[in-house]
């Protein structure tokens, strides 16, 4: 293992093997993803505040073996932040989880040293003691089912950027940087399930419009040839994958925040390649556009209660 020291931001930091590539149908290497998330950054950090990170890591590669991260404040240098909150139900064995928040450009660099190539994150954030908000932020997820595609989903995002204002919400939207897209909205919840309760409500009413196009319920059986809007992304336990965060998909595609203008042009027929967008298209896009996902400092609507 070939390490060195480096110097980011004011902090120093040990990173190993800066040559192995990590997504090899591109040759991108762990170097390159380092130095993305470094430049990508300015843009990427306000979407990280205050909210504890899951990683998905992967040491050998995209095409090694991953797993997920949740307990990881235990490999944090000491001036990242930790937080320890109450364990989701997804997690057994434990009451806690000793987590991190991503706060600076070397936070950055540490985690993407770890081969952390995705970096999901939970729709509430901690406050300055480290204790759970309520959800402030609200997500649609879109996945395509079999013999559907970024198409499909771009008239979906549509139907519920429109539902989502007629609501008094300022919804934004980013691809997944996989097979599909997701809708966001700033909001005020009542309570932690509150967000919940509306997306799944918005999810049937869509689906019972169109039934023959958008489906609500997680069966594989009833996707075929339809939109699913996952509502259930809501739940306070789950995660999404952070706007610019990479993907470990085989062309290192990013989650990559697009403009309502882009969506209808898909729509309308664009080709659908062109909301695929890799490190060196965003870093291009936020240069040209600055953040068309900026909702850390957006206004907050009081999310409708159902």
């Not at 307990?71 to 944090?76: D, F, G, K, L, Y």
């Not at 706060?103 to 660099?109: I, M």
């Not at 908000?133 to 013999?147: A, E, Y």
Request: aromatic fraction near 6%.
């Amino acid at each position: 293992m070939k390490k060195q020291r480096v110097e980011i931001d004011g902090r120093t930091l040990s990173v190993s093997n800066l040559e192995k590539v990590l997504f090899p149908e591109v040759a991108f290497t762990k170097a390159q993803v380092i130095d993305y998330y470094v430049r990508v950054a300015p843009v990427l950090l306000p979407h990280l505040a205050g909210r504890p990170v899951t990683f998905t890591r992967w040491p050998d590669g995209v095409e090694g073996q991953t797993f997920f991260e949740k307990n990881s404040a235990r490999h944090a240098p000491e001036w990242v932040r930790r937080v320890t909150i109450p364990s989701p139900g997804s997690s057994t064995g434990r009451e806690t989880l000793d987590m991190v928040v991503l706060e600076s450009v070397a936070d950055l660099a540490w985690s993407a040293n770890l081969a952390a190539l995705e970096i999901h994150v939970p729709q509430w954030q901690v406050d300055d003691d480290g204790v759970p908000q309520l959800p402030d932020l609200l997500v649609l997820d879109l996945d395509p089912g079999p013999d559907t595609g970024l198409a499909e989903c771009c008239a979906v995002a549509e139907r519920l950027g429109a539902r989502l204002e007629a609501d008094g919400l300022d919804p934004v939207v980013k691809t997944s940087g996989s097979k599909g897209m997701q809708v966001y909205a700033p909001i005020e919840a009542a309570d932690r399930d509150h967000p919940s309760r509306y997306a799944k409500a918005l999810a049937q009413e869509l689906s019972n419009e169109t039934p023959d196009d958008v489906v609500w319920r997680m069966e594989k059986v009833l996707r075929p040839g339809k939109v699913l809007i996952d509502w259930s992304q809501n739940n306070p336990a789950k995660t999404t994958v952070a706007p610019y965060s990479l993907r470990a998909r085989p062309h290192a595609t990013v989650s990559t925040p697009i403009g309502w203008d882009e969506v209808d042009a898909v729509r309308e027929g664009a080709d659908p390649a062109t909301l695929r967008f890799r490190a060196d298209d965003v870093l291009a896009r936020v240069e040209e556009y600055g953040d068309l996902f900026d909702v850390a400092g957006a206004r907050r609507a009081a999310l409708p209660e159902v």
